[in-house]
């Protein structure tokens, strides 16, 4: 794990309970990234002797109202003047002495804490076996504009917005009047899928691993949102404000119909559409899609085809569907649904695999399946992070 000079600052400031609301939210995205980065800062946290040091010179600050500099000075001239064997005098010795003796004393105080955390980050490195992961249900957020960061409940059925922030049976999330001209930002980890139903009555099921960003309230000539991952839209009709998607270097716009987008991918993005027409905008070229038809983005150059649009929605009904579908696409798939890092231990040998899977069942139980087909799993965890070691 590489620490950034960035987020060792902000652990500094953690530490030191100076966090500003915005470099809370930037502390909290590194945390989420992957359980690596939970496990490094909490064993970081546990570390008395950093914590204990810490405190003690917030308590010396704290105690003396003398400022550090002033105290660095009067100790400078007491050790002058004790010093026999001076050889210049007490004025030129504070102006010689001072800019190293406050160097030393600003490095001193930074390596105790930058040397902390820099022994963390080559932890002992732990290998544990593992017999099987569970379905995750983590919980979404929704981090607003003004600072604001929101949990989302994936038990109250689908998050509207409106002129407040509620779910579908009602219960109120954000009670006040939400501005005119927040955006939000809204989240989902590992194993969760969350349902969003937009100002205008547009509704959009997220899939894992999904960033979504909208305005809360639309603009009168114009509906815009971005987003980051996979998502399905059922778009309310418009024919005066056509509602656009941008996402990884394509916008697609719409007066209202069913899609889904897929950009897990950075180099090839997929739009495939259910019902309506949309039409699809990358690098000056222009596709306009019917229902069963295909959009891909790929190296920036656009195609289309003909496809079964179920094959590329059933991710919406919790399950995974393969049909003719290579094995390195499969894993992706999977490893993004239970959190995992697909390694492979040797060039693999062309493998189509075939069937539905839910994805409430546990990882093993999906292993099984997979391993008719003549693969051989190995899952560990290692350092706090899931590893599935695959041959055939």
Known sequence: MRLTDSIKQLILKYIGDNLSSDEKADLKRWLDESAQHRIFFKELLDRDDLINDLNQWSALQESDPMDWNERLKTKTLETIHTTKAAKLSPIRSIKHL???AAALLCIGLGSLIYIAINRQITPVNSRIVL???????????????????????????????????????????????????????????????LQLILEDGSQITLNAKTILKYPLHF???????????????????NKKVPFQ???NGQRIEVTGTEFNVNTYTKSKSSTTLVEGAINLTANGQTLHLKPNQQAILTSGQLSQKTVDPYHYIAWIDNKFYFNETDLQTALQLIGQWYDLQIIYKQPMKETLLYGEIQRTKSLSAVLKILERSHIKFELIEENGIRKLFVSN
């Open 98 to 100: 001072i800019p190293y």
């Open 131 to 193: 017999h099987d992961v569970q379905a995750q249900n983590n919980q979404a957020e929704i981090r607003l504009s003004n600072g604001q960061i929101l949990p989302i409940s994936n038990h109250k059925g689908a998050l509207v917005s409106g002129h407040h922030l509620q779910y579908e049976d009602g219960t109120v999330l954000q009670s006040a009047a939400l501005n005119a001209n927040l955006t939000a930002t809204v989240s989902t980890p590992a194993g969760t899928m």
């Open 219 to 237: 603009a009168k000539d114009k509906r815009v949102v971005e987003i980051d991952g996979e998502a399905y839209f059922k778009i309310a009709k």
């Open 245 to 247: 998607v941008v996402s």
